[in-house]
């Protein structure tokens, strides 16, 4: 489960994602009293790749990124901006792959799936989530250093 680390990483290091949400990257739930836009992630499924002799420390998991806004046109750009973080396609730009955060190496990242998100939160009054959800399948391996 070390690819989820990795998809994090990847997005505070992205100088667009982090000058939209700075550090409000949270694991499977946005803090109640967060400011938008943010981004909340998770692990959808898994899939470890094993030989015969077991485990092979590969894994290729479908981490959902959700990105929240205020408003929906809010939550579309930072969904583009984590799209371009996560598998560079400006003109010019290396694929970006392989690359290292921290003791995790990604191979690479697909697209896999988008859908678009809206969530009351409880309360008279209480904020409304409202964005788009991205899955990513992450090839990602754990290296011991």
């Known amino acids: 489960m070390y690819a989820e680390k990795a998809v994090r990483a990847r997005l505070l290091a992205d100088l667009e994602v982090f000058g939209l949400v700075g550090s409000r990257i949270y694991p499977v739930v946005i803090p109640q009293a967060s400011t938008y836009p943010a981004i909340a992630y998770q692990r959808i499924s898994g899939v470890h790749e094993q030989s015969q002799d077991g485990l092979s ?10 990105c929240y806004g205020n408003e929906y046109a809010e939550g579309q750009r930072l969904a583009e901006a984590v799209k371009l973080a996560m598998i560079p396609q400006r003109s010019g730009e290396s694929s970006g792959f392989p690359y290292s955060a921290g003791n995790v190496e990604v191979q690479g990242v697909a697209l896999e799936d ?17 964005g788009v959800a991205l899955d990513f399948e992450v090839w990602a391996t754990e290296t011991t250093n």
């Open 57 to 66: 420390g590969l894994e290729h998991p479908r981490i959902q990124v959700s």
């Open 114 to 130: 988008d859908a678009d998100l809206f969530e009351l939160t409880e309360g008279e009054g209480a904020p409304r989530q409202i």
